[in-house]
Protein backbone atom coordinates (compact mmCIF):
# COMPACT_ATOMS: atom_id res chain seq x y z
CA UNK A 1 0.00 0.00 0.00
CA UNK A 2 1.18 3.78 -0.50
CA UNK A 3 -0.38 6.67 1.20
CA UNK A 4 0.59 9.94 -0.61
CA UNK A 5 -0.54 13.76 1.79
CA UNK A 6 -0.67 16.72 -0.67
CA UNK A 7 -1.07 19.94 0.43
CA UNK A 8 -4.14 22.32 -0.47
CA UNK A 9 -3.17 26.18 -1.49
CA UNK A 10 -3.60 29.64 -0.89
CA UNK A 11 -3.76 31.98 -3.52
CA UNK A 12 -2.55 34.67 -2.46
CA UNK A 13 -1.83 37.13 -6.10
CA UNK A 14 -2.22 36.28 -9.81
CA UNK A 15 -5.59 34.39 -9.32
CA UNK A 16 -7.17 34.14 -12.92
CA UNK A 17 -4.12 34.63 -14.86
CA UNK A 18 -2.78 30.92 -14.30
CA UNK A 19 -4.85 29.66 -17.46
CA UNK A 20 -3.39 28.85 -20.36
CA UNK A 21 -5.85 30.73 -22.27
CA UNK A 22 -4.63 33.72 -20.99
CA UNK A 23 -1.18 33.12 -20.44
CA UNK A 24 -0.46 32.03 -23.88
CA UNK A 25 -0.21 35.15 -25.40
CA UNK A 26 0.17 37.73 -21.70
CA UNK A 27 3.21 37.49 -18.95
CA UNK A 28 1.77 36.81 -16.04
CA UNK A 29 2.92 37.00 -12.73
CA UNK A 30 0.91 34.44 -10.20
CA UNK A 31 2.00 33.89 -6.36
CA UNK A 32 0.53 30.71 -4.47
CA UNK A 33 1.24 29.19 -1.37
CA UNK A 34 0.68 25.45 -0.39
CA UNK A 35 -0.83 25.04 3.83
CA UNK A 36 -0.87 22.74 6.38
CA UNK A 37 -3.97 21.28 5.13
CA UNK A 38 -3.98 17.92 3.11
CA UNK A 39 -5.17 15.45 0.77
CA UNK A 40 -4.70 11.91 1.33
CA UNK A 41 -4.38 9.17 -1.13
CA UNK A 42 -4.30 5.60 -0.49
CA UNK A 43 -3.76 3.27 -2.95
CA UNK A 44 -2.85 -0.95 -3.61
CA UNK A 45 -3.04 -3.13 -6.39
CA UNK A 46 -6.47 -5.36 -5.39
CA UNK A 47 -5.90 -8.69 -5.74
CA UNK A 48 -8.20 -10.69 -8.13
CA UNK A 49 -10.10 -12.31 -5.36
CA UNK A 50 -13.36 -10.56 -5.50
CA UNK A 51 -16.45 -9.80 -8.15
CA UNK A 52 -14.95 -6.33 -9.06
CA UNK A 53 -11.87 -5.09 -10.48
CA UNK A 54 -11.58 -2.46 -8.71
CA UNK A 55 -12.71 -0.15 -5.91
CA UNK A 56 -12.61 3.88 -5.77
CA UNK A 57 -13.90 5.03 -2.27
CA UNK A 58 -14.57 9.07 -2.22
CA UNK A 59 -17.48 10.49 -0.79
CA UNK A 60 -18.97 7.44 -2.87
CA UNK A 61 -18.03 4.13 -3.44
CA UNK A 62 -17.47 2.98 -6.94
CA UNK A 63 -17.22 -1.08 -7.15
CA UNK A 64 -15.67 -1.62 -11.36
CA UNK A 65 -15.16 -4.91 -13.46
CA UNK A 66 -13.52 -2.51 -15.62
CA UNK A 67 -11.94 0.82 -15.09
CA UNK A 68 -13.24 2.04 -17.98
CA UNK A 69 -16.62 1.80 -16.25
CA UNK A 70 -14.64 4.32 -13.17
CA UNK A 71 -17.03 7.26 -12.98
CA UNK A 72 -14.79 9.66 -10.90
CA UNK A 73 -13.50 12.13 -14.02
CA UNK A 74 -9.75 11.72 -11.78
CA UNK A 75 -9.00 8.82 -11.15
CA UNK A 76 -10.81 7.50 -14.76
CA UNK A 77 -8.15 10.69 -15.91
CA UNK A 78 -5.28 9.56 -14.18
CA UNK A 79 -5.13 5.78 -14.84
CA UNK A 80 -5.98 6.64 -18.50
CA UNK A 81 -2.94 9.50 -18.90
CA UNK A 82 -0.69 6.55 -17.44
CA UNK A 83 -2.08 4.00 -19.21
CA UNK A 84 -2.87 1.83 -15.90
CA UNK A 85 -5.17 -1.19 -16.20
CA UNK A 86 -4.31 -3.10 -13.08
CA UNK A 87 -6.91 -3.69 -10.61
CA UNK A 88 -6.34 -1.08 -7.70
CA UNK A 89 -8.13 0.08 -4.39
CA UNK A 90 -7.75 3.63 -4.16
CA UNK A 91 -9.25 5.75 -0.95
CA UNK A 92 -9.20 10.05 -0.98
CA UNK A 93 -10.13 11.82 2.30
CA UNK A 94 -9.29 15.68 3.21
CA UNK A 95 -8.54 17.75 5.62
CA UNK A 96 -11.19 20.24 3.67
CA UNK A 97 -14.40 20.30 1.66
CA UNK A 98 -14.22 19.81 -1.93
CA UNK A 99 -15.46 22.57 -4.38
CA UNK A 100 -14.37 25.49 -1.98
CA UNK A 101 -11.66 27.45 -3.38
CA UNK A 102 -8.40 25.49 -2.02
CA UNK A 103 -7.52 23.34 -5.00
CA UNK A 104 -8.95 20.06 -3.99
CA UNK A 105 -9.07 18.79 -7.10
CA UNK A 106 -5.80 19.55 -8.29
CA UNK A 107 -4.23 18.28 -4.93
CA UNK A 108 -5.57 14.72 -5.51
CA UNK A 109 -4.91 14.55 -8.99
CA UNK A 110 -1.17 15.18 -8.10
CA UNK A 111 -1.57 12.93 -4.82
CA UNK A 112 -2.78 9.85 -7.24
CA UNK A 113 0.08 10.63 -10.20
CA UNK A 114 1.97 10.46 -7.50
CA UNK A 115 1.01 7.73 -5.52
CA UNK A 116 0.73 5.35 -9.09
CA UNK A 117 4.21 6.52 -9.99
CA UNK A 118 5.61 5.22 -6.85
CA UNK A 119 3.43 1.89 -7.69
CA UNK A 120 5.22 1.50 -10.74
CA UNK A 121 8.63 2.06 -8.94
CA UNK A 122 9.03 5.40 -11.38
CA UNK A 123 11.30 8.07 -10.54
CA UNK A 124 9.82 12.04 -11.05
CA UNK A 125 10.57 15.28 -10.18
CA UNK A 126 8.33 18.03 -8.42
CA UNK A 127 8.57 19.70 -11.85
CA UNK A 128 7.21 16.42 -13.77
CA UNK A 129 4.81 15.58 -11.38
CA UNK A 130 2.76 19.21 -11.28
CA UNK A 131 3.26 18.63 -15.38
CA UNK A 132 1.83 15.53 -15.41
CA UNK A 133 -1.72 16.54 -13.04
CA UNK A 134 -1.42 19.26 -15.34
CA UNK A 135 -1.83 17.20 -18.82
CA UNK A 136 -4.03 15.02 -16.91
CA UNK A 137 -7.03 17.96 -15.75
CA UNK A 138 -6.39 19.66 -18.75
CA UNK A 139 -5.60 17.77 -22.07
CA UNK A 140 -7.48 14.15 -20.52
CA UNK A 141 -10.45 15.09 -18.26
CA UNK A 142 -10.29 18.47 -20.25
CA UNK A 143 -11.49 20.34 -17.51
CA UNK A 144 -11.49 24.24 -17.47
CA UNK A 145 -8.35 24.78 -15.15
CA UNK A 146 -5.37 27.12 -14.82
CA UNK A 147 -1.74 25.67 -13.65
CA UNK A 148 -1.32 27.37 -9.94
CA UNK A 149 -3.02 24.64 -8.16
CA UNK A 150 -1.12 21.58 -9.32
CA UNK A 151 2.07 23.72 -9.05
CA UNK A 152 1.41 24.46 -5.29
CA UNK A 153 0.46 20.82 -4.42
CA UNK A 154 3.26 19.40 -5.85
CA UNK A 155 6.20 22.13 -5.55
CA UNK A 156 4.41 23.42 -1.85
CA UNK A 157 6.07 26.46 -0.04
CA UNK A 158 5.39 29.62 -1.22
CA UNK A 159 6.70 29.87 -5.60
CA UNK A 160 6.00 32.70 -7.74
CA UNK A 161 4.97 31.54 -11.06
CA UNK A 162 6.29 33.40 -14.31
CA UNK A 163 3.77 32.53 -16.79
CA UNK A 164 4.02 32.68 -20.92
CA UNK A 165 4.30 34.52 -23.52
CA UNK A 166 3.71 31.15 -25.50
CA UNK A 167 1.87 28.03 -22.99
CA UNK A 168 5.09 27.71 -20.67
CA UNK A 169 6.23 28.50 -17.04
CA UNK A 170 8.83 28.41 -14.62
CA UNK A 171 8.33 28.03 -10.98
CA UNK A 172 10.89 30.57 -8.53
CA UNK A 173 11.00 29.75 -4.80
CA UNK A 174 10.16 32.27 -2.85
CA UNK A 175 13.22 32.42 -0.28
CA UNK A 176 11.15 34.47 2.64
CA UNK A 177 12.62 34.10 6.00
CA UNK A 178 11.06 31.44 8.55
CA UNK A 179 10.10 34.36 10.89
CA UNK A 180 8.56 36.08 8.16
CA UNK A 181 6.98 33.41 6.52
CA UNK A 182 5.25 33.11 10.21
CA UNK A 183 4.51 36.10 10.57
CA UNK A 184 2.89 36.71 7.43
CA UNK A 185 0.65 33.19 8.13
CA UNK A 186 -0.12 34.64 11.49
CA UNK A 187 -2.11 37.41 10.41
CA UNK A 188 -3.80 35.47 7.30
CA UNK A 189 -7.37 34.35 8.24
CA UNK A 190 -9.17 31.81 6.70
CA UNK A 191 -12.74 31.26 6.72
CA UNK A 192 -15.19 29.08 5.48
CA UNK A 193 -18.97 29.82 4.26
CA UNK A 194 -20.32 26.79 3.97
CA UNK A 195 -21.53 27.37 0.36
CA UNK A 196 -20.30 24.96 -2.20
CA UNK A 197 -19.92 25.81 -6.17
CA UNK A 198 -18.88 23.81 -9.08
CA UNK A 199 -15.74 25.64 -9.73
CA UNK A 200 -15.85 24.62 -13.79
CA UNK A 201 -19.07 26.38 -13.83
CA UNK A 202 -17.45 29.68 -12.40
CA UNK A 203 -14.12 28.83 -14.54
CA UNK A 204 -15.81 28.31 -17.72
CA UNK A 205 -17.54 31.57 -17.43
CA UNK A 206 -13.78 33.37 -16.96
CA UNK A 207 -12.11 31.84 -19.72
CA UNK A 208 -15.04 32.92 -21.90
CA UNK A 209 -14.62 36.61 -21.08
CA UNK A 210 -10.65 35.68 -21.88
CA UNK A 211 -11.39 34.61 -24.85
CA UNK A 212 -13.48 37.00 -26.28
CA UNK A 213 -11.18 40.34 -24.66
CA UNK A 214 -13.87 41.23 -22.21
CA UNK A 215 -11.43 40.88 -19.46
CA UNK A 216 -8.29 41.81 -21.27
CA UNK A 217 -8.60 45.22 -19.26
CA UNK A 218 -8.60 43.88 -15.97
CA UNK A 219 -6.12 41.08 -16.16
CA UNK A 220 -3.77 43.35 -17.50
CA UNK A 221 -3.98 45.76 -14.61
CA UNK A 222 -3.65 41.99 -12.24
CA UNK A 223 -1.10 40.98 -13.95
CA UNK A 224 0.76 44.59 -12.94
CA UNK A 225 -0.50 44.74 -9.58
CA UNK A 226 0.69 40.78 -8.65
CA UNK A 227 4.04 41.64 -10.26
CA UNK A 228 4.37 44.70 -8.12
CA UNK A 229 2.74 42.71 -5.00
CA UNK A 230 5.12 39.78 -5.43
CA UNK A 231 8.48 42.02 -5.31
CA UNK A 232 6.64 43.76 -2.10
CA UNK A 233 6.72 40.40 -0.44
CA UNK A 234 10.06 38.90 -1.78
CA UNK A 235 11.53 42.11 -0.08
CA UNK A 236 9.56 41.04 3.20
CA UNK A 237 7.49 44.20 3.38
CA UNK A 238 5.19 45.26 5.85
CA UNK A 239 1.98 43.71 5.98
CA UNK A 240 -0.45 46.69 5.41
CA UNK A 241 0.93 47.60 2.02
CA UNK A 242 0.13 43.50 1.26
CA UNK A 243 -3.32 44.20 2.05
CA UNK A 244 -3.79 47.00 0.20
CA UNK A 245 -2.73 45.10 -2.80
CA UNK A 246 -5.37 42.20 -1.82
CA UNK A 247 -7.84 45.10 -1.71
CA UNK A 248 -6.96 46.03 -5.81
CA UNK A 249 -6.91 42.58 -6.76
CA UNK A 250 -10.08 41.44 -5.28
CA UNK A 251 -11.65 44.84 -6.95
CA UNK A 252 -10.46 43.62 -10.35
CA UNK A 253 -11.46 39.85 -9.76
CA UNK A 254 -14.73 41.17 -9.49
CA UNK A 255 -14.41 42.14 -12.55
CA UNK A 256 -13.72 38.60 -14.00
CA UNK A 257 -16.92 37.12 -13.91
CA UNK A 258 -20.76 37.86 -12.58
CA UNK A 259 -20.48 34.91 -10.02
CA UNK A 260 -17.07 36.79 -8.32
CA UNK A 261 -19.46 39.43 -8.40
CA UNK A 262 -21.10 37.82 -4.88
CA UNK A 263 -23.01 40.08 -2.23
CA UNK A 264 -22.15 37.78 0.35
CA UNK A 265 -18.74 37.94 -0.11
CA UNK A 266 -18.25 41.57 -0.45
CA UNK A 267 -20.01 42.22 2.79
CA UNK A 268 -17.81 39.97 4.83
CA UNK A 269 -14.52 41.39 3.74
CA UNK A 270 -15.87 44.85 4.44
CA UNK A 271 -16.97 43.97 7.59
CA UNK A 272 -13.61 42.38 8.39
CA UNK A 273 -11.81 45.83 7.38
CA UNK A 274 -14.46 47.61 9.34
CA UNK A 275 -12.60 45.43 12.11
CA UNK A 276 -9.38 46.73 11.28
CA UNK A 277 -8.15 44.10 8.22
CA UNK A 278 -5.75 44.94 6.08
CA UNK A 279 -7.80 43.23 3.05
CA UNK A 280 -9.05 40.06 1.40
CA UNK A 281 -10.45 38.02 -0.95
CA UNK A 282 -12.40 35.01 -1.91
CA UNK A 283 -10.68 32.07 -2.64
CA UNK A 284 -10.69 30.01 -6.23
CA UNK A 285 -13.02 30.78 -9.03
CA UNK A 286 -16.02 31.80 -7.39
CA UNK A 287 -19.51 31.24 -5.87
CA UNK A 288 -18.40 30.21 -2.42
CA UNK A 289 -16.32 28.24 -0.57
CA UNK A 290 -13.55 29.92 1.61
CA UNK A 291 -12.11 33.35 1.80
CA UNK A 292 -9.12 35.02 4.16
CA UNK A 293 -8.83 38.37 5.59
CA UNK A 294 -5.66 39.39 6.65
CA UNK A 295 -5.38 40.95 10.08
CA UNK A 296 -2.97 41.64 13.25
CA UNK A 297 -3.11 39.03 15.52
CA UNK A 298 -5.24 40.78 18.25
CA UNK A 299 -7.71 41.24 15.94
CA UNK A 300 -8.59 37.59 14.77
CA UNK A 301 -11.37 37.16 17.45
CA UNK A 302 -12.50 40.77 17.00
CA UNK A 303 -12.79 39.96 13.68
CA UNK A 304 -14.76 36.55 14.09
CA UNK A 305 -17.18 38.01 16.45
CA UNK A 306 -18.58 40.31 14.09
CA UNK A 307 -18.77 38.01 11.06
CA UNK A 308 -21.26 35.21 13.07
CA UNK A 309 -22.32 33.93 9.54
CA UNK A 310 -19.03 32.33 8.86
CA UNK A 311 -19.10 28.50 9.61
CA UNK A 312 -15.75 27.23 10.63
CA UNK A 313 -12.43 29.09 10.92
CA UNK A 314 -9.20 27.57 10.36
CA UNK A 315 -5.88 28.28 11.41
CA UNK A 316 -3.01 27.72 8.80
CA UNK A 317 0.62 27.72 8.22
CA UNK A 318 2.76 27.00 4.50
CA UNK A 319 3.17 23.31 4.05
CA UNK A 320 7.23 23.47 2.73
CA UNK A 321 7.09 19.64 1.54
CA UNK A 322 4.41 19.66 -1.50
CA UNK A 323 2.90 16.47 -2.42
CA UNK A 324 5.20 13.57 -0.43
CA UNK A 325 4.47 9.67 0.40
CA UNK A 326 4.14 9.20 4.19
CA UNK A 327 3.64 5.07 3.45
CA UNK A 328 5.28 2.55 1.11
CA UNK A 329 5.20 -1.03 1.78
CA UNK A 330 5.80 -1.78 -2.12
CA UNK A 331 9.47 -2.32 -1.83
CA UNK A 332 9.46 -3.67 2.13
Keep these: MIITRTPFRLSLFGGGLDYPEWFSENPSWILTAAINRYSYISIRRLPPFFDHKSRIVYSK??????????IHPGVKGCLNYLGIDDGLEIHYDGDLPSNSGIGSSSSFTVGLVRALLELRGEDFSKNSLARSAISVEQDVIKECVGIQDQISAAFGGCHKIIAGPQRDWEVVNMYLSETYRKNLFSRILLGYSGISRNSQTHATEKVKNILNGTSKHYLT????????????IASEGDFKSIGTFLQETWKLKQNLSQTLQNPFFSDLIKKGMNCGAYGGKLMGAGGGGFFYLLAEPELHEKIKQSLPEVRVWASIQNDLFGSKTIFNTEYL
Design 61 to 70: VELVKNNKEI
Design 221 to 232: DLSDISKEAIEH
